[in-house]
């Protein structure tokens, strides 16, 4: 089985605030799922040390 990958990176609201936008992100990976991708992880990003969002990695079969 062969396998495709993709990385996604979903930002914060606002550089001050912690919040994702729960909504946007949700819409986002529903669209995704409906194209084939699976997540596989999600975890946090950052840019020097500051939290900037989460990174998504997402799989489909070729």
């Given at each position: 089985m062969r396998?495709?990958?993709k990385t996604i990176t979903f930002k914060?609201?606002?550089f001050f605030s912690g919040a994702l936008d729960a909504e946007a992100?949700?819409?986002q990976l529903d669209g995704l799922g409906r194209d084939g991708w699976e997540?596989?992880?999600i975890c946090p990003g950052s840019f020097f040390?500051?939290?900037v969002?989460?990174?998504a990695v997402l799989k489909r079969q070729r």
């Open positions: 396998w495709e990958y914060k609201r606002s992100l949700t819409q997540l596989v992880s040390g500051a939290p969002g989460v990174i």
